[in-house]
T-cell receptor, first 115, second 114 residues
Framework: GDSVTQTEGQVALSEEDFLTIHCNYS??????LFWYVQYPGEGPQFLFR?????EKGSSRGFEATYDKGTTSFHLRKASVQESDSAVYYC??????????????FGKGTKLSVKS | GGIITQTPKFLIGQEGQKLTLKCQQN?????MYWYRQDSGKGLRLIYY???????QKGDLSEGYDASREKKSSFSLTVTSAQKNEMAVFLC?????????????FGPGTRLTVL
């Protein structure tokens, strides 16, 4: 079945560091890909999505590019802030016009940024 | 924009008790979901509904019932709470049932079973 594998566990950075959280997927065709962020005590928030090869999604300084060749959708940010500390989830959905309402979520990556 | 409201925010129950969690959305979305999130872990799908009166089982439906009374509301029942159970239950909605579009989440209901 479809699956998502992302950077496991925790990533610890200092403010202004460059962030990369890896996300690789296994699915046929061109699934929709998503990034979500979850702050303590809240539900996950949608960051952005992409659904075509080489399409870039971005929001709040975060970005990721859909890469069919490497089946990846890595999350990047050039300069992180303490307020970016949260858990980040990569998720996989159906291709456009698909018929499966479910998203498949990765296990989450906890980002901790110190000032 | 819109909002998802979950009630109650905190729920404390006794072992064996039947407990009901409620979710309301004003996005006018067709599809709604219930997820369970255990501490430090990812999201597991319990039930989803692609339209009013529709119910579909997720990966973790055993021990739960759900009800989609109308388009804007989706309820989840824990049929028999398990002792020492602690989890957050998240409700979400999406504009369409194809899985191609994002889901929007509520703030969660935090369950503790004594």
């Amino acid at each position: 079945g479809d699956s998502v594998t992302q950077t496991e566990g925790q990533v610890a950075l200092s403010e202004e560091d460059f962030l990369t959280i890896h996300c690789n997927y296994s699915a046929s065709g061109y699934p929709a890909l998503f990034w979500y962020v979850q702050y303590p005590g809240e539900g996950p928030q949608f960051l952005f999505r992409a659904s075509r090869d080489k399409e870039k999604g971005s929001s709040r300084g975060f970005e990721a590019t859909y890469d069919k060749g490497t089946t990846s959708f890595h999350l990047r940010k050039a300069s992180v802030q303490e307020s970016d500390s949260a858990v980040y989830y990569c998720a996989l959905g159906a291709p456009s016009g698909g018929s499966n309402a479910k998203l498949t979520f990765g296990k989450g990556t906890k980002l901790s940024v110190k000032s | 924009g819109g909002i998802i409201t979950q009630t109650p925010k905190f729920l404390i129950g006794q072992e064996g008790q039947k407990l009901t969690l409620k979710c309301q959305q004003n996005f006018n979305h067709d599809t709604m979901y219930w997820y369970r999130q255990d501490s430090g872990k990812g999201l597991r799908l319990i039930y989803y509904s692609i339209t009013e009166n529709d119910l579909q089982k997720g990966d973790l439906s055993e021990g739960y019932d759900a009800s989609r009374e109308k388009k804007s509301s989706f309820s989840l029942t824990v049929t028999s709470a398990q002792k020492n159970e602690m989890a957050v239950f998240l409700c979400a909605s999406s504009i369409d049932p194809t899985g191609s579009y994002e889901q929007y989440f509520g703030p969660g209901t935090r369950l503790t079973v004594l």
